[in-house]
C-alpha cells in the first residue's frame, strides 16, 4: 500500500474506483468507494458509502449516513447525529445516533440506538439497545452501558403538591360524603326531580297537586338550599384537586419520557456479558451528540455514578429504565387514580 503525504480531494459527488491510500483524504457530500480505503473521508452531511473494505482509516459524516458493506477493520466512523451500518467491523471505533452492524468484534460503540447482530469481546455505550447475540473474546466480555440521563430530584417541587392534594381531597371527600347523604333520601330526590319540571315548564300541576307541592317546598327547601351549597363549594375544591394531580402527572410523565428510550435488550448471551447503568447528566435527545472528549471517560467510566445490572453467562437480558419513587402521599395519590 502507498502512502501518500496528506493529500486532500473534495469532490461534491463522486464515485471513486481507486484505492484510498492511507495518509490521503477525500471530501465531499455523496461518496461511494468501489475500492478499499486506507485514508480519510471527509462528508458534509452526505452518504458515505464503503463498497469494499475500509482498514486503519476514518470517515467522519456529521449528521449523515455512513454504510460499509464489506470488512471494517482498525478504522474510525463517526456520525454524529447520523446513522451508521456496517456489515462486519474489528476493532473498530463507532458513532452515531443509530448504528446498526451485524457482526462487531473488539469494538468500541458508542451510539444513541444500538442493533448488533452478534457482539463479540465489544465495549459498548448506548442509550436504546438491541443486540441479538453476545460472547466474549478470549477471555474479554462484552462491556453494555446504558447511558441513562440523570434525573432531577423533584422532592422540592412535589412535596408542596401531594400537601395541597392530600387536605383538599379531604375537604372534597367530606363535601362529597354530605351530598351523597342528602341525595340517599327518597323523599328529598322526589321533591328536586318534580322541582326541576316545575322551574322549567314541564309540569302543569292541578289545584291539588300545586297544594301539594307547595307542601313538599315547605317542607325540603331549606335542605335542598344545603345540598346545593355543599355542590357548590365542592366545585371550586374538586377544580383544585385536579389540577395539582395534573401538575403531579405532569412532572411524572416528564421524568418517564426523558427514560421511555432506556433500555437493553440482548436476546442470547454465551460467555460474560456485563451490562451497567450510568447515569450521565448530558440530557440530549440525541446522546451521539455528547461532545467528542467525553466519549471515551463514559466508555471506561467506572466510579460511583456506574451501577452493574447484572453480569451474565447465559441467557437473556431484558432491562428497562424506571422513574425514581419520591415516597410522597403515594396513598393519597393512587385514591385519585395517579
Known amino acids: 500500500m502507498n502512502t501518500v503525504p496528506n493529500p486532500l480531494s473534495v469532490f461534491p459527488d463522486m464515485t471513486e474506483h481507486h ?3 492511507e495518509g490521503r483524504t477525500v471530501q465531499g457530500h455523496d461518496m461511494t468507494f468501489e475500492a478499499p480505503v486506507y485514508g480519510e473521508v471527509v462528508s ?36 454524529p447525529g447520523g446513522v451508521v451500518e456496517i456489515a462486519s467491523a474489528e476493532s473498530c471505533l463507532i458513532i452515531g445516533r443509530e448504528v446498526r452492524v451485524r457482526e462487531a468484534i473488539k469494538c468500541q460503540i458508542f451510539a444513541h440506538t444500538l442493533h448488533v447482530g452478534t457482539a463479540t469481546g465489544c465495549m459498548i455505550a448506548a442509550r436504546n439497545i438491541n443486540v441479538r447475540h453476545t460472547k466474549p473474546h478470549k477471555l474479554e466480555p462484552n462491556m453494555i452501558t446504558i447511558v441513562v440521563p440523570e434525573l432531577a430530584d423533584l422532592s422540592e417541587l412535589l412535596e408542596p403538591l401531594h400537601t395541597e392534594i392530600a387536605f383538599t381531597k379531604g375537604r372534597v371527600d367530606g363535601l362529597s360524603a354530605r351530598i351523597d347523604a342528602f341525595k340517599a ?16 315548564g314541564m309540569a302543569k300541576l292541578t289545584s291539588d297537586q300545586a297544594q301539594g307541592y307547595l307542601q313538599m317546598e315547605e317542607r325540603w327547601e331549606e335542605t335542598a338550599k344545603a345540598l346545593e351549597l355543599a355542590v357548590a363549594e365542592r366545585r371550586p375544591l374538586a377544580k383544585a384537586l385536579a389540577a395539582a394531580a395534573a401538575q403531579v402527572q405532569a412532572l411524572r410523565d416528564g421524568q418517564a419520557a426523558r427514560l421511555a428510550d432506556c433500555r437493553c435488550k440482548i436476546a442470547r448471551v454465551d460467555g460474560e456479558t456485563i451490562v451497567r447503568q450510568l447515569l450521565e447528566g448530558h440530557d440530549d435527545p440525541d446522546l451521539s451528540l455528547i461532545p467528542l472528549p467525553m466519549i471515551p471517560k463514559i466508555l471506561f467510566r467506572n466510579d460511583a455514578s456506574v451501577k452493574v445490572i447484572c453480569a451474565v453467562q447465559a441467557g437473556a437480558v431484558d432491562w428497562s429504565a424506571d422513574p425514581p419513587q419520591t415516597g410522597f402521599g403515594a396513598s393519597i395519590l ?3 387514580g395517579l
Open 19 to 21: 484505492e484510498v491510500a
Open 44 to 79: 458534509d452531511g452526505g452518504r458515505i458509502q464503503f463498497e469494499n473494505n475500509l482498514g486503519w482509516g476514518k470517515a467522519v459524516n456529521p449528521g449523515g449516513h455512513i454504510t460499509a458493506r464489506q470488512r471494517t477493520f482498525n478504522a474510525t466512523l463517526q456520525a
Open 185 to 200: 333520601d327518597a323523599a328529598l330526590a322526589q321533591y328536586l326531580a318534580i322541582r326541576v319540571k316545575v322551574r322549567a
Open 334 to 336: 393512587n385514591e385519585i
